[in-house]
């Protein structure tokens, strides 16, 4: 990047004799002004502008106008600059994202550590990017981090990582920042005792804490943050953590009052895993201390997996089904989920569900957005749905191969009766072809 020099322009202007000298007077004075604004270059910018600029520009862009000259270099060293970073780590040479160089890395663990603030490392699925992110952790001694996520893009690298290792490099930013206030540690090694670390030394600010899929991780420990993180609103586990003892305890009045629960069931191995039931009187224990609690749940189980599921009332407010899930588990939960606001159904088959989606509409007077694809609805019982659920439905997302046309309608008319009911313009959503 070359600096724009326009003082040489200047000096040719000033000094052909095809020019004539201004006379007195205001356009004088304006010439004046035009000539001396001509002659600041580039490098004369006001340190807060260039700051705004380099806000703007990626990582690599930045770092090469640095080097345009001192100035700008200055700029370069704000903190302001450092408080948001990614750390991009990959062995593969085929990665699609681009890993930061070692240099730069090396750079602001010496002169940028304490200025971080918003911090996540992006890992590939190889162990050594895993374990290159622990290593730069275990550096940053003298950070103030307030916002930290650790990102695995394929598969989770850093279960492979050495809990010791692991476990020690998260420690040294939990002891250090006293200031953590989200934390998102998922697919991770993260245990107990690092669990008690960071409570020790952020129970005040602790507000947002994901750690799905962490075997390491018991009910105690979820209890450790819950008793003494008072300010903690978002929580995120997996469910076989969950249990009736943790719902009453996450009830007592000494613990905090969560805004979001998020719950993934997963399995991994089909039929392998049998689902313990949570009791109707612990998901209302839990409802009466915090009445407002959005309770998430996302599935990724085979229908033959769901027995332990929606028997009984559960306050779900968000349902996700990432594999195909039963018309009678849909039935269930039009009956037992009345606080239900959003479901997304991303397969069932080709058994129509036209009845289970009334029933849901009747029943979930709060269901305010739905989402379906890999299924079947007649465009009747649509139409049905959507007058019961009215103008409160402001998110529909249905692809057009769900709706089966019949006597009432084809796909021609039918946005036309549901967009009376929604007060809107609405079309079913349509696989692009390219």
């Known amino acids: 990047m070359k600096r724009n020099n326009f003082s040489v322009v200047n000096k040719v202007v000033q000094s052909s004799p095809a020019v004539k000298q201004?006379?007195?007077?205001?356009?004088?004075?304006?010439?004046?002004?035009?000539?001396?604004?001509?002659?600041?270059?580039?490098?004369?910018?006001?340190?807060?502008?260039v700051l705004r600029i380099f806000q703007y520009l990626p990582l690599i862009d930045r770092a090469r106008a640095s080097s345009v000259?001192?100035?700008?270099?200055?700029?370069?060293?704000?903190?302001?600059?450092?408080?948001?970073?990614?750390?991009?780590?990959?062995?593969?040479?085929?990665?699609?994202?681009?890993?930061?160089?070692?240099?730069?890395?090396?750079?602001?663990?010496?002169?940028?550590?304490?200025?971080?603030?918003?911090?996540?490392?992006?890992?590939?699925?190889?162990?050594?990017s895993a374990e290159a992110a622990c290593d730069i952790l275990s550096q940053l001694v003298n950070c103030s981090i307030q916002t930290l996520g650790l990102i695995s893009t394929a598969k989770p690298s850093f279960m492979n990582v050495s809990k010791a290792h692991f476990v020690s490099a998260l420690t040294v930013v939990f002891v250090n920042s006293k200031s953590l206030s989200s934390i998102?540690?998922?697919?991770?090694?993260?245990?107990?005792?690092?669990?008690?670390?960071?409570?020790?030394?952020?129970?005040?600010?602790?507000?947002l804490l994901k750690m799905n899929s962490c075997?390491?991780?018991?009910?105690?420990?979820?209890?450790?943050?819950?008793?003494?993180?008072?300010?903690?609103?978002?929580?995120?586990?997996?469910?076989?953590?969950?249990?009736?003892?943790?719902?009453?305890?996450?009830?007592?009045e000494t613990?905090?009052?969560?805004?979001?629960?998020?719950?993934?069931?997963?399995?991994?191995?089909?039929g392998q895993i049998e689902f313990h039931p949570i009791k109707k009187h612990s998901?209302?224990?839990?409802?009466?201390?915090?009445?407002a609690v959005n309770v998430v749940m996302y599935f990724f189980l085979y229908e033959e997996e769901f027995e332990a599921f929606f028997k009984?009332?559960?306050?779900?407010?968000?349902?996700?089904?990432?594999?195909?899930?039963?018309?009678?588990?849909?039935?269930?939960?039009?009956?037992?989920?009345?606080?239900?606001?959003?479901?997304?159904?991303?397969?069932?088959?080709?058994?129509?569900?036209?009845?289970?989606?009334?029933?849901?509409?009747?029943h979930c007077k709060n269901l305010t957005a739905l989402g379906l694809s890999e299924c079947e609805v007649s465009c009747s019982a649509f139409v049905e749905f959507v007058r019961l659920c009215g103008r409160r439905l402001n998110q529909l997302c249905i692809m057009e191969e769900v709706l089966i046309p019949d006597d009432n309608y084809s796909l021609d008319d039918i946005h036309t009766e549901v967009s009376k009911y929604l007060g809107r313009v609405w079309f079913p959503d349509v696989m692009p072809i390219w």
Do not use: M
């Not at 613990?255 to 089909?270: A, C, T």
């Not at 407010?317 to 959003?342: D, M, W």
């Open 69 to 128: 000259c001192r100035r700008w270099n200055e700029v370069f060293h704000i903190p302001d600059l450092w408080r948001k970073f990614e750390f991009e780590l990959n062995q593969s040479a085929t990665s699609y994202f681009r890993s930061t160089h070692p240099d730069l890395i090396q750079q602001i663990i010496k002169k940028h550590a304490v200025d971080l603030q918003y911090v996540s490392f992006k890992v590939d699925s190889s162990t050594e």
């Open 22 to 49: 201004p006379k007195l007077g205001f356009c004088s004075s304006l010439k004046q002004t035009h000539v001396s604004t001509v002659v600041l270059d580039w490098g004369s910018l006001p340190h807060h502008v």
């Open 215 to 252: 075997p390491h991780v018991s009910s105690d420990g979820i209890l450790c943050v819950a008793d003494r993180c008072q300010g903690l609103k978002e929580l995120a586990l997996n469910y076989y953590i969950l249990s009736d003892e943790l719902l009453l305890a996450l009830s007592s």
């Open 283 to 291: 998901w209302d224990a839990l409802i009466k201390h915090s009445p």
């Open 312 to 362: 009984e009332e559960t306050p779900v407010t968000h349902l996700y089904f990432g594999r195909s899930v039963s018309k009678a588990i849909l039935g269930q939960i039009g009956l037992n989920c009345p606080r239900l606001i959003e479901l997304v159904v991303c397969a069932n088959g080709l058994q129509p569900l036209d009845n289970e989606l009334i029933c849901i509409a009747e």
């Open 184 to 207: 998102k540690i998922e697919d991770t090694p993260v245990d107990d005792p690092s669990l008690k670390i960071l409570v020790a030394n952020n129970s005040d600010t602790l507000r």
């Open 255 to 270: 613990h905090v009052n969560l805004e979001h629960l998020r719950i993934d069931v997963v399995s991994e191995n089909p």
